[in-house]
């Protein structure tokens, strides 16, 4: 009986310790996506797709009207790369993609990179500003080269969906 009862107050020290811990991480997650409230609009920039397949037909601009009917679905504002330069604190949504084929083989290894961009101001230095990362996600993968597009629009759809639901968070 002395150890059913031990057990039971183990247990429901686990259960307690593991919502608390969750409660914290959620606080902490939140407190991280502040970085993207009151952004309102930003540019969209896609990097060079690189090492992609000669005979691939997927281009940056394509990437780059992918992302921005994705947004604008969910009323999300975007201007162009060269509009955000001039916002404060020049907020971009950058997509990289890199793509590398196996030796002699119909299969290639593929990485997909969303990440937002904007000024960020050091504590120590406080005169110049720096580009700095403060959302991103990625995705590592591999397909043959017929389902290479698709595949890769996937995983940009799915970090995508990730972006959103976090902007849509902090932008209620």
């Not at 793509?99 to 593929?110: C, F, G, H, I, T």
């Not at 990179?113 to 959302?135: A, C, H, T």
């Amino acid at each position: 009986m002395r150890i059913f009862f031990i057990g039971i107050i183990a247990l429901f020290n686990i259960v307690c310790s593991t919502k608390i811990y969750s409660q914290k991480l959620n606080d902490y997650q939140l407190f991280q996506l502040q970085v993207l409230k009151g952004v309102n609009e930003f540019g969209v920039y896609v990097w060079d797709i690189e090492g992609y397949h000669k005979d691939s037909t997927l281009t940056p601009g394509d990437i780059e009207k992918f992302i921005t009917k994705a947004l604008k679905a969910v009323k999300i504002k975007t201007v162009s790369f060269s509009e955000a330069r001039k916002l404060d604190g020049q907020p971009t949504l950058e997509a990289q993609i890199k793509v590398d084929q196996k030796k002699n083989e119909d299969s290639y290894a593929y990485s997909v990179n969303l990440r937002f961009v904007q000024d960020i101001r050091l504590e120590r230095n406080k005169q110049p500003q720096y580009g700095g990362i403060v959302w991103e996600r990625d995705e590592l993968a591999h397909a043959d080269l017929t389902h290479l597009n698709l595949e890769i629009k996937i995983a940009l759809n799915s970090l995508l969906d990730d972006f959103i639901k976090d902007y849509q968070i902090v932008n209620k």
